[in-house]
Structures are given as C-alpha cells and as structure tokens.
C-alpha cells in the first residue's frame, strides 16, 4: 500500500455535488464517446465461465475471483472479469454491428491483486469500448485518430464541468502528444518504466504511449505486461496525463487495434501461451471467424478523480480500503465515500 498526501489538501466540494458532479460526468461523457466513435450502448456481464477464454488475464499474474454455481456442473468455474477486452469483439459478432460500428458497456470488475494507492482500487469501473474497422485500418494513423476522438470528448467534458463547477475543475492540456515505449526507453535509458512514463507526462501533460507489451531494444524486457491474446503490441497503448495535484502520472485508458490471427499466434508464442489457442474465442479468431476491431477501456473512476481535482479514487467511488489507508485520508481531509 502506497498513498501521497497533497499538501494543504481541501476539498472544494462537498459528498454530496461530488456525487452530483460525478453523475454529471459518467452520464455526459459515455454520450459524447458513443457519438465520436458511432458505439452504441449494450449490455455486458459480470462474469464469465473461464474454460471460454473470455476472461482478461492482465499480466498473467493476477488472481481472478472465481466461484462455482449450484445450477452448473462442479468443474465449470465462473470468473469475475477483468476486464471485457475479448467479450467485446465476440458480441460485434453476436449482435450483427456492421463495418465502422460498435459498442459501449459499463464494465465493472473485481481485481484483488491490485496494489492499492491514491489511483488503484480492487473495484474497476470503466467504459469498455470496441469497434469494427476494415483490415487495412489496422495502422498507426486509425489508433492516432481515435485517440484524438476520444481526447476531444475528455476536453468536451472538461468545459462543460467547469462551466459548473469553476473552483473544482482540473484543467488539462489542449493536445496528446504521441511516443512510443522504444522512443521513450531510448531517450531515458537509466530510468525505470514507470519513471520514464512520469517524465514524459510532466514534460507533455497529455500523452499516448505507443506499442506497449513487446520487448524493448535496449532492455529486452517489455515496458510493461500486455495479455497476448487482445491487443496487437504493435498497435495499442496508454493515454495518461500529468496530474499536478499529486504530481504523478495517472493513467485513464489503455485501448489498441485488436490481434489478427497471425499477431494472435506470434504473440502467443512469445508469452509461451500457446495452449490458448485451443479455446474457443481463440479459436473462432483464428478461423478468421471475428471482426478485425479497435477497442480498450476508459476509466470512469479515474476520469472523475481527474476532472475534479481529487486527491483519491476513493473520494468518486465506493469500495474498501486498508484501515490504516482510511486513517491516513481522514487525518487529511480526504473524504473517502
């Protein structure tokens, strides 16, 4: 557990317009992305059987919450997603969406090997997003526009917020500067990942970071884990912003074009995953059965947090903490709900 404690720290809202605000925000932003991208708003669920492959496994070294079900046979396993990365592209295919349509859901998940600190919660809540484009979309410039799309509807929100709320907006940049994780390890070589990422993001204040999951030149080591089975590592990355008040990166969406069935095959082989191809959704992709789409997942929480200026994500959602976090929070004027 780690936690930063801004200095002077006080709130300018109170529980209860934070809660106002907070609806204002979830509710005008999924608008505005469903317009940008042409998504439409459909249901997802909560769990999934896990001999699907449907679950997300993050870095392959988090725990899902899993259960059994009176009514299922005693061997089947039921997981609290991580996140609907593959369900998504499955359901274009399911629900008939045509070529340059897709969809939104609300997400919310259960990651109980998360590191808890002022940005990370055991409750994920965010907008699962995902789009089907034609094959030769599958470049750098489809990933660069939509980013600006989506970047435009944080703006969007933003303006109208302060319009609202003028002493409790944060305000970001007017641009995302766009790098790749290869271009950043070679302008800081000595730095560590995430130091790198907090000195770009001081530098830039909005940022994409580019072709996340492979291994880097000059480390061998990827910048950081990415499943192998969702987005393509040559075609995905993170938007993050510099965020003044706790003077640290925070990271709101990690989104990419999604594997082809020969990305799909390398990459499994490079994360010695092989034995995945045998599941069903790994298998329909292959068959060439599924869209070729762009998708990923923006953070409602985080975008809150972030547009409000607030010092924990505990402050614009309800889960649990640490006693000795919640002590800390009170002893400092941030209100966690």
């Known amino acids: ?116 600190d002022n940005f990370h919660s055991i409750y994920v809540d965010q907008w699962d997003w995902e789009k089907i484009i034609a094959e030769d979309e599958r470049t750098i410039t489809t990933l660069t526009e939509t980013v600006a799309q989506i970047f435009s509807a944080i703006k969007q929100v933003e303006t109208e917020c302060a319009a609202r709320y003028p002493a409790s907006t944060y305000h970001l940049p007017d641009d995302v500067f766009f790098i790749t994780t290869q271009e950043l390890e070679d302008r800081w070589p000595d730095l560590s990942p995430e130091e790198r990422e907090n000195k770009i993001a001081e530098q830039k204040k909005a940022v994409f970071l580019m072709k996340i999951g492979d291994n880097l030149a000059r480390s061998s080591k990827p910048h950081d884990g990415r499943a192998p089975d969702y987005d393509d590592w040559q075609l995905n990355g993170d938007l993050i912003f510099w965020y003044e008040p706790l003077k640290q990166k925070l990271e709101i969406s990690s989104m990419g074009i999604r594997v082809s069935p020969q990305s799909l095959h390398k990459q499994l082989i490079q994360a010695n995953c092989l034995a995945r191809e045998q599941l069903n959704f790994h298998q329909m992709l292959l068959n060439g059965e599924l869209p070729f789409t762009i998708g990923g997942g923006i953070g409602q929480s985080r975008l809150c947090m972030l547009l409000l200026g607030k010092a924990h994500i505990g402050e614009v959602q309800a889960s649990i903490w640490p006693k000795e976090m919640l002590e800390k929070c009170q002893a400092h004027n941030i209100q966690i709900l």
Request: charged share 25%.
């Open 1 to 116: 557990m780690t936690l930063i404690i801004p200095q002077n720290y006080q709130p300018t809202l109170t529980i209860r317009d934070t809660e106002a605000a907070i609806v204002f925000i979830r509710e005008r932003f999924q608008v505005l992305l469903g317009q940008k991208l042409n998504l439409q708003r459909m249901s997802a669920p909560l769990f999934v059987e896990k001999n699907t492959g449907l679950n997300d496994n993050l870095n392959g070294i988090e725990r899902p919450v899993d259960f059994d079900v009176k009514a299922f046979p005693k061997d089947d396993t039921i997981e609290i997603v991580h996140s609907l990365a593959k369900w998504k592209r499955l359901a274009l295919k399911k629900y008939h969406f045509g070529m340059h349509e897709g969809l939104y859901t609300n997400m919310n998940a259960i990651r109980r090997d998360e590191d808890l």
